[in-house]
C-alpha cells in the first residue's frame, strides 16, 4: 500500500516552493515527509486547525553571516556562514556544521529539516538545526583552518548556548575544527561552557564512541531491519560508498558482525577488493595521511581502483550509501535490485532520490531512511550534553551499549508505526510520523510560538 498526499498537503508543499525558491533539496525533504502524513490528518484534524505542518515546515530562525579570513600568503579570503534553528519544541537546536564548496542556503535548510525528525526519533530532549559555510578545507594547513574556524566562531557565538543551539561537526568538520571553534568560543564568551559544541575530544569534554556513533548506529539499525526478516548481517557482501568517517565506522562494525565490505569510495572513485576491505590502510590513508583512496591500490595489487566509477554498479546485498544526498539515482537503484540488492541502509543524509525510494519500496527491499538508519551521531551527541551536564564520563562499553539500545528503540517504534498506519515494514512512512508525532504533541502543547 502506498501513501499518497493529499490535496491539503499538496498546497502545503506549493506553498514551501514559493516560499523557498531554488532551494530544490529542501523542497525534496519537505515533499517526503509531507508523503507520509495523509493519515496522520485525518485521524488528528486537530493539527490542521493548528498549522502544525506548516509550522514546522518554516524555520523558527534562520541567518546568514560574512566569515573573513586570511591564508597562509596573507590574502584576505571571504566566505558565507550559515545557521537555521529549524524547531525546538523538543530541546535546544542540535545538528552539525558541514564545511563544503556546495554548502548553501537550501542545503542548510534539507539538513536542518531533517534533523527535526531524526533527533525526535532518538527519544532524548533535543530540536532540529543545522549550520555551515562554503568554505573548502581540502587542502588548507592547519592555520588556515584554524584561522577560518575563529572568524565563523565570531560570528556564530552569539547565536549559541548550552540550552539554546548546540552545534556538532557534519562534513568537513572534525576533532580539529571543533577545537577551535570551541576555543574561540571560549575565548569570546569567558565560559568554560562545555555543552554548547559537541564532537569535542575525549580529553576536553568529549565522549567515547561519537565518533564510531553514526556509522556504528547504521549497522545495528541494519541488523534490526534483517533480524524483523529472520534473516543476518553474517557472511554478507557489502558495499559502502565514501571513505570518510561514516563509512569507516560502517565498515568496522559491519566487519565485527561478520559480513563482508567489498567496495567503498570517494570523491574521485571507487576501490574494489573482492576479498574484503583493509580497514587498517582506509584509516590510515584517511584519517591520519588525509589521502584519496586511489592510494589504496598501491598496497593491495589484487584491489582494483576505478576512477570516476560508479559504485552501485557492483553486485552485492546489502548497500551503505555513507557519502552525499542524492547519490543514488533511479538507475543505480534499478541496477542495485538487478543484482540482488536485499537491503539498503543509509548512513548519509538522504542520499537516495525520490525516484530511488520508489523503486526499493517497490521492490520490497529492507531500506532504512536516513532519519531513522543514521540517528546514532546525534545520539551519542545527546549523549555526550548528558556526560557535560552532569560532569561524567562513561567508559566506551557503557556508551556503546547505550547507542545500542538508542538503535533498536528507533527500530521497534518506526516499525510499531509503520503497522499502526497500515503500511508494514516502510520505514519511511513510520519514520516520518513517529517523529511528525512527537514534535506535533509537543507544539500543540506549547502554544501558538
Known amino acids: 500500500m502506498e501513501i499518497m498526499m493529499s490535496a491539503q498537503l499538496e498546497e502545503i508543499y506549493r506553498q514551501v516552493q514559493s516560499k523557498n525558491p531554488g532551494e530544490g533539496e529542501f523542497h525534496q525533504a519537505v515533499q517526503e515527509v509531507l508523503h507520509s502524513l495523509g493519515p496522520v490528518l485525518t485521524r488528528y484534524p486537530e493539527f490542521s486547525e493548528l498549522r502544525i505542518i506548516e509550522r514546522i515546515c518554516e524555520p523558527e530562525r534562520q541567518f546568514i553571516f560574512r566569515v573573513p579570513w586570511q591564508d597562509d600568503q596573507g590574502r584576505v579570503q571571504i566566505n558565507r556562514g550559515f545557521r537555521v534553528g529549524f524547531n525546538s519544541a523538543l530541546g535546544p537546536y542540535k545538528g552539525g556544521i558541514r564545511f563544503h564548496p556546495s554548502v548553501s542556503l537550501g542545503i542548510i535548510k534539507f539538513l536542518g529539516f531533517e534533523q527535526i525528525f531524526k533527533n525526535a526519533l532518538t527519544g532524548m530532549s533535543i530540536g532540529g538545526g543545522k549550520g555551515g559555510s562554503d568554505f573548502d578545507p581540502k587542502g588548507k594547513s592547519n592555520h588556515e583552518i584554524m584561522r577560518f574556524c575563529q572568524s565563523f566562531m565570531t560570528g556564530l557565538a552569539r547565536h549559541l548556548g548550552e540550552h539554546t543551539d548546540v552545534p556538532a561537526g557534519d562534513i568537513g568538520v572534525g576533532g580539529r575544527e571543533i577545537g ?26 568529549g565522549s567515547r564512541v561519537r565518533t564510531e556513533a553514526t556509522g556504528y548506529g547504521t549497522v545495528y539499525f541494519m541488523r534490526e531491519m534483517l533480524k524483523a526478516r529472520r534473516d543476518t548481517l553474517e557472511g554478507k557482501i557489502c558495499l559502502v560508498s565514501g571513505s570518510g568517517n561514516v563509512a569507516i565506522y560502517i ?112 521492490a520490497g527491499l529492507a531500506y532504512g531512511p536516513s532519519k531513522a538508519a543514521n540517528g546514532g551521531g546525534v545520539a551519542t551527541s545527546a549523549m555526550e550534553m548528558q556526560q557535560n551536564a552532569s560532569r561524567d564520563f562513561w567508559s566506551f562499553e557503557f556508551t556503546e551499549k547505550k547507542l545500542e539500545e538508542i538503535m533498536i528503540r528507533i527500530h521497534d517504534s518506526v516499525s510499531e508505526t509503520a503497522e499502526e498506519f497500515g503500511v508494514p515494514g516502510n520505514y519511511v512512512v513510520g519514520a516520518n510520523i513517529h517523529g511528525f508525532l512527537k514534535v506535533a504533541r509537543a507544539m500543540e502543547a506549547h502554544g501558538l510560538i
Not at 571553534?181 to 575525549?202: A, D, H, I, P
Not at 538507475?331 to 538487478?338: P, S, V
Request: charged content about 20%.
Open 251 to 362: 565498515i568496522e562494525k559491519l566487519q565485527q558482525l561478520g559480513a563482508k565490505v567489498i567496495a567503498c569510495s570517494d570523491s574521485n572513485g571507487v576501490i574494489v577488493h573482492e576479498q574484503g576491505i583493509d580497514l587498517s590502510l582506509v584509516k590510515r590513508l584517511k584519517e591520519v595521511e588525509r589521502r584519496r583512496i586511489a592510494d589504496y591500490a598501491h598496497y593491495h595489487p589484487n584491489a582494483r581502483y576505478v576512477a570516476g566509477g560508479n559504485i552501485w554498479e557492483i553486485p552485492c546485498q546489502i548497500a551503505f550509501p555513507a557519502a552525499t544526498q542524492n547519490e543514488i539515482q533511479e538507475n543505480d537503484a534499478l541496477m542495485l535490485i538487478r543484482n540482488g540488492c536485499v537491503a539498503v541502509g543509509e548512513g548519509a543524509n538522504m542520499p537516495t532520490t525520490p525516484e530511488g525510494v520508489h523503486q526499493f519500496l517497490q
Open 180 to 205: 577551535y571553534l570551541f576555543g574561540q568560543y571560549k575565548r569570546l564568551t569567558n565560559r568554560y561552557e562545555l555543552g554548547v559544541l559537541t564532537g569535542k575530544g575525549v580529553g576536553w569534554g
